[in-house]
């Protein structure tokens, strides 16, 4: 068995086994060819809890969380600070899964110097074994500098949100040959540099599939196919987290539908606040038997403080 998988097949852990060991950046290469490695977002320590629990071999504290929890509508706002909040959260919370920061927009675009300052506050602050960034050329020096800082670095190509500026929207990468080219050569320089696993983000299924053949670290796709050695996805997009009537990206599968499970629950504790049905004796406190009620307490003047 790997180091750093459960004794259970699925990886979840169950009362009574005994506590999973910590998956780490070198056990989730080492899946590469093995099995497939299932990733999510988290952003808080019960959720966190809870795919932790399922099973989930990679938690990543994505900057997806402006624009799913803080309403922007792209992630160029992310704080380094509120990362580093969340991800605390979210490894102090998590027993198994490997938590990886995501560097946000930039925190790793001037020096190397400043990228590995930035890179170890997710660590040293935030309790991540890793941290995640985009792009492929044009940041292999800050590639290098966090990995010689022993900072595990996870990549991440094709669209890349935090250039939905350059790239003139969120749109699907590497459609064209010479920009499929691009993309695989793209994928061996971050590998050859020493990148853990590379996030393949709205790539064409074939293109995927052909990076995944050609590097040795795995690759975990969202809208790139079921030819990645892993998936991720954003957890809101998953449990139908989400404002009423939000677009869904056409490669997320919802598994469940917590928006309408959040709204009826909140529709019913309205109704009953409203009829007087919450809360009741059963919800409520009552004095010790054979004390005087609180009333006449505050009759007496005894109540006051
Ligand atoms: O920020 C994020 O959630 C991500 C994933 C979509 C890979 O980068």
Redesign the pocket.
Known sequence: MTRGTTGTATGASSPGTPAPLRLTAPAIRAFKGRRKIAAL?AYDAPTAALLDAAGVDLL?V????EMVVYGAAD?LGASLDRMVAHAKAVSGSAKRALVVG?LPYLTYHTTPEESVRNAARFVVEGGCRAV?L?GGSQRLPMIKAILAAEIPVMG?LGLT?QSVNALGGFKVQGRRATEARRLLDEAKKLADAGVFAL?L?CVPAELAARITEAIPIPT?G?GAGAGCDGQ???LHDLVGLAAPGARVPRFVRRYADVGAVIRDAAAAYVADVRSGAFPSEAESFAAEPGEAPPVALYAAGEGRR
Request: glycine share 6%; no cysteine; aromatic share 0%.
């Open positions: 977002t990543l994505g900057d997806s969380i992630t995501d995640k985009e991440h949100p996030v983000e975990i969202i991720v996805l954003v």
